[in-house]
């Protein structure tokens, strides 16, 4: 039983909290929150957990484990930073950190201390995600030309962190993971900011992988479509991946282009084919629970967790060449 403490039960906090609950090898002892109406709202829900509006009562605590971290990404750095100098194994949405030095420290504290860092880049968890890597790997749509998605709403609206960084890096963790955890050469972003100064609510960008590749992201919390699609183009196949769709999340197309080297004209020697679609049988599980299981699952085994330090620094590198990017008006910048 890895008992663990829950730190920030604003946004994304709770379901961390229902999550870790549920699970047979984890005790929620402690929740905490600067809030002490939240911290009431939940101790009455929780009630054989601690509550503390003190982070100091988590790091002093012999008794904790892990913390789960689920505050303002701006505090991500220094809480993860002191939990982890306190001995604590680690688990900390995402963003890591807001910048690549800060992010390069605290993966060299968790090698130093010998802990579990992990970020909470969710869609790598999920089920259609493992199917669409297995369909890249084992070369079903065989290579692949380019991918994009759509992460679109009319939603809750960030006035701290724009659509790049609250939205977009959800797509960029689970396209690297595509790619195999190879970078980009390069990244070109624009987008616009509508509701509030310098915070764009709209951003496109564009990531320009060897061999070609090349894979795009529209992100926005301005649209009056809720959309959540990923398109994968291959050489033999293309794959859909609609997290709207409740029971049909993944669509495999037998479509594509196909060389006929024995005609004579460029015409000719190429030909559309229109297959046949294939929509395979997901075995669903909360995504979520699948992952507050995987860290539960690394620190018992002392393995590296499939979101680390070191795969969370790979997304902060395209996060940071694109707001650079962004900031440049879509210039191309080197990752």
Not at 118 to 131: D, I, R, S, W
Request: one cysteine or more; aromatic letters at 8%; a neutral charge.
């Amino acid at each position: 039983m890895i008992k663990l403490a829950v730190v920030g039960l604003g946004y994304w906090g709770p379901n961390l909290l229902r999550a870790f609950n549920q699970l047979p090898d984890a005790q929620v002892v402690t929740i905490c929150d600067a809030s002490e109406k939240q911290l009431r709202k939940f101790a009455a829900i929780y009630p054989a957990a601690k509550n503390t509006a003190n982070y100091a009562d988590v790091l002093n605590d012999p008794e904790i484990a892990a913390v789960v971290i689920a505050v303002p990404a701006p505090l991500h750095y220094q809480l993860v930073k002191e939990a982890l100098g306190a001995g604590k194994h680690v688990f900390v949405e995402k963003p890591l950190a807001l910048n690549l030095p800060e992010a390069e420290e605290l993966v060299t504290l968790s090698a130093k201390k010998q802990r579990i860092l992990m970020v909470g880049h969710l869609l790598k968890y999920h089920p259609a995600v493992a199917k669409i890597k297995e369909y890249i790997d084992n070369k079903e749509i065989g290579d692949v030309f380019y991918m994009y998605s759509t992460r679109v709403n009319l939603g809750r609206i960030r006035v701290q962190e724009n659509a790049l960084w609250s939205l977009a890096v959800h797509d960029i963790a689970v396209i690297l993971h595509l790619m195999n955890n190879v970078l980009p050469l390069e990244v070109a972003a624009q987008g616009g900011a509508y509701l509030t100064k310098e915070v764009e609510d709209v951003v496109f960008l564009n990531m320009y992988f060897p061999n070609k590749v090349l894979a795009s992201v529209h992100a926005s919390w301005l649209d009056p479509h809720k959309i959540r699609q990923l398109t994968v183009v291959g050489s033999k196949k293309m794959a859909v991946f609609n997290d709207m769709d409740g029971s049909e999340k993944i669509r495999l197309y037998d479509k594509g282009v196909d060389f006929l080297p024995s005609f004579q004209t460029y015409s000719e020697y190429l030909t559309i084919r229109d297959g046949d679609i294939h929509i395979p049988k997901i075995q669903m599980k909360e995504p979520l629970q699948i992952e507050c299981g995987h860290f539960l699952q690394c620190i018992a085994a002392n393995k590296t967790p499939l979101t680390d330090g070191v795969d969370a620094l790979r997304v902060l590198k395209v996060l940071a060449a694109a707001q650079e990017s962004l900031k440049n008006k879509g210039r191309q910048v080197e990752v």
